[in-house]
């Protein structure tokens, strides 16, 4: 597990997917840190909520790429046979590519997250606004957050990869994930709310979503965003339960692509 992992990181960190997507994360930090020129009143906060959402999109996009590369690539050009020649369980080699991921997503979120926090501090050139957000630790964990729903991202991507003959399935079907499980929160809590009083769409759909929601995992609770912009902190009940969940499904993911990998043939 220890061999793939490490040639995973230094894979992960060569290729030009992983560059080009880091470079795009640093030009949202960088409109961000514009966007809160916009803002007379509140541009660190403006340049906030923008940065972390450019940050979000870039880790996801970076740990589809690295499941694309480190694992469904290799799969599909037959360079996995080479691997599975040492005298180890299938699944270590999932283990190892997720840890490589993780490491690697673990440093992005880290550059990405001063970047951001130097962008913030710079916003509104030098305006000193009556509610300042708070860049300690609420920062942080938010990062944290993000860097925790791209690795609930990564393992579902890892789990099509061990299933799929398509190399670029893994990517499409991981972006499909992440818009999903990010757009449920909102979905099932405009429900709940009656949907604007219309009953038809209440009775059509919510049937549907309660049944997804088993399935589907809600990475919007992992968003924090309100405890460093507005200095909202989430209740810790609900901050465990959201790590539990997203740590839950990442370990069911990563088994049952062990599974998978394990009985899959190989010509």
């Not at 979000?56 to 799969?75: D, G, K, S, Y």
């Not at 992992?222 to 209740?235: E, F, G, H, N, T």
Request: glycine share 8%; aromatic share 14%.
């Amino acid at each position: 597990m220890f061999e793939f992992a490490l040639s995973g990181l230094r894979s992960g960190v060569r290729g030009r997917s992983f560059q080009a997507v880091f470079f795009l994360g640093v030009l949202l930090i960088a409109i961000a840190y514009l966007s809160g020129f916009f803002s007379p009143r509140q541009p660190q906060t403006v340049a906030l909520d923008v940065g972390f959402s450019g940050v979000r999109f870039a880790l996801i996009l970076m740990n589809l790429f690295w499941v694309q590369e480190l694992v469904a690539r290799e799969i599909d050009r037959r360079v996995i046979l080479f691997s599975l020649t040492y005298p180890v369980a299938r699944g270590s080699f999932l283990a190892g590519r997720f840890a490589a991921i993780v490491v690697l997503s673990a440093l992005a979120a880290t550059v990405l997250g001063f970047l951001l926090l130097f962008a913030v501090i710079s916003a509104g050139g030098g305006y000193a606004q009556e509610f300042p957000p708070a860049l300690g630790f609420p920062f942080w964990s938010t990062i944290a957050g993000f860097a925790l729903d791209a690795g609930v991202v990564a393992a579902f991507s890892i789990c099509i990869a061990a299933l799929s003959t398509v190399s670029v399935l893994p990517l499409a079907l991981g972006a499909a994930f992440a818009v999903a499980g990010k757009a449920l929160g909102a979905t099932v809590d405009y429900l709940a709310r009656g949907a604007d009083g219309d009953v038809q769409l209440m009775n059509r759909f919510h049937p549907l979503v309660e049944a997804i929601r088993w399935a589907l995992p809600d990475l919007s609770r992992l968003d924090w965003r309100d405890w460093p912009m507005y200095q909202l902190a989430p209740d810790l009940a609900v901050l465990f339960w959201s790590v539990v969940m997203a740590v839950s499904y990442i370990v069911v993911l990563l088994a049952c692509a062990s599974l998978i990998f394990s009985s899959r043939e190989f010509s």
